[in-house]
C-alpha cells in the first residue's frame, strides 16, 4: 500500500492567502471575484503535488513467512510452496563424493535456521519432531525413504560421451540372469565418477542434486524382465554386445529409452527384435533341431 502525506499547512484565510497588500488592491477595483477564482486554481494545483509517494517500509522477513496450521511435521516435505523454489546446494553442500548427501542442520540448524528462526528458539515447536525423536537429548529419527523425487537419466546423452557403456552402471545381478539398475544411495557411487563436487559440463554444474532428480512421484524400474519366464541369462549371453538385443531411443520416457526383445521364439510377432532374431534355427542351433525344449524352458514349470 502506497501512503499519501501531505507537505504544506492547511491556509485558514483569504487575507492569509492574498496578503494584506494585495487584499487591499483588489477590493477597491472590484476584482476580488476574479483573483479568487484564480488563487483556488493554483492552489489546488499546488496542494495535488504537495502529497509525496512513500513506499511501504520493508518487512521483516520473519513477518513475510508463513506457517500454515496443521502442517504435517512427522517428515520433511520437499514439496512445499517454500522449500520447492530453493536451489538443492543450499541445504545439501557438497564438499567429498561421499554416496550419501551432507544434510542440513549440524551446525546451529542451519541454512534452517535462516527461515525458521522463531520455531528454533522454542524447544516444544512441532518443527523439531521432523528430525528428533526427544529434543532434550538430541535423539535423531533414522532417515527416512525418498518417495518424492523422479530419477531423470538419459542414456543416449551418456552413450554419446564415448567413456560410458552398459557396463558402466550396469552389473550382473540374480545370479548372472538379470543386470542391476542403480538405486538408492549407493547409485551416488556409479554417478560420482563423473559428478564430482562442482564438476562443469557445457557451462553447466553438474554436481548439484537438480542434475538427476526433480520432484514427482518416485517408480522403481524393475529387474525383473519377462524373458527370465523363458529361461534367458545375461551370463550365458554374455558374447553379445547389448545393442545386439537393446536399442536406445532418444528422448523417451525413463522407462521406454532402452527397447526390450520379445520373449518368444515361436510365435514372435516379427515387428522387432525378438529371441528369434538369433534362435533362428541357424545361427543358434546349428540346424533346425527344435526337439530339446529344454535348451530355453527350464523348470518343472513354463509358459509363454
Not at 492552489?43 to 513477518?63: C, F, K, L, M
Not at 542451519?110 to 518443527?127: E, M
Request: net charge positive; charged share 15%.
Amino acid at each position: 500500500m502506497v501512503h499519501r502525506v501531505r507537505t504544506m499547512p492547511r491556509l485558514r484565510s483569504w487575507r492569509n492567502i492574498l496578503g494584506t497588500d494585495f487584499y487591499k488592491y483588489f477590493v477597491p477595483t472590484g476584482l476580488v471575484p476574479g483573483a479568487i477564482v484564480v488563487m483556488i486554481c493554483a492552489i489546488g494545483v499546488i496542494n495535488s503535488r504537495a502529497y509525496v509517494e512513500i513506499p511501504p517500509e520493508p518487512q521483516n522477513p520473519q513477518t513475510q513467512m508463513q506457517f500454515p496450521e496443521g502442517l504435517d511435521y512427522s517428515k520433511f516435505q520437499h514439496n512445499t510452496q517454500n522449500h520447492s523454489r530453493l536451489p538443492c546446494l543450499l541445504c545439501h553442500r557438497r564438499d567429498s563424493n561421499a554416496a550419501v548427501p551432507k544434510r542440513p542442520g549440524a551446525s546451529n540448524h542451519l541454512p534452517c535456521a535462516g527461515c525458521h528462526a522463531q520455531q528454533f528458539s522454542n524447544a516444544d515447536s512441532p518443527l523439531c519432531t521432523i528430525c528428533h525423536t526427544d529434543t532434550k537429548s538430541g535423539a535423531l529419527k533414522s532417515f527416512p525413504r525418498l518417495r518424492s523425487f523422479r530419477m531423470k537419466f538419459d542414456h543416449a546423452r551418456h552413450l554419446n560421451m564415448g567413456s560410458v557403456n552398459c557396463a558402466t552402471c550396469h552389473r550382473p545381478a540374480r545370479g548372472g540372469v538379470a543386470l542391476s539398475i542403480p538405486a538408492g544411495f549407493n547409485a551416488h557411487t556409479t554417478c560420482y565418477r563423473c559428478h564430482t563436487p562442482r564438476a562443469q559440463s557445457g557451462g553447466r554444474d553438474i554436481s548439484s542434486c537438480g542434475t538427476c532428480h526433480q520432484l514427482g512421484g518416485f517408480s522403481r524400474t524393475p529387474q525383473l524382465a519377462q524373458a527370465f519366464r523363458v529361461g534367458f541369462n545375461h551370463a550365458k549371453h554374455g558374447t553379445l554386445n547389448c545393442n545386439e538385443c537393446h536399442q536406445i531411443r532418444a528422448g523417451m520416457p525413463q522407462r521406454r529409452q532402452v527397447t526390450q526383445p520379445e520373449p518368444l521364439n515361436h510365435h514372435a510377432t516379427g515387428r522387432g527384435q525378438s529371441c528369434m532374431t538369433c534362435h533362428d534355427g541357424k545361427r543358434t542351433f546349428g540346424g533346425d533341431d527344435f526337439s530339446v525344449c529344454k535348451r530355453c524352458h527350464t523348470g518343472n514349470t513354463w509358459r509363454f
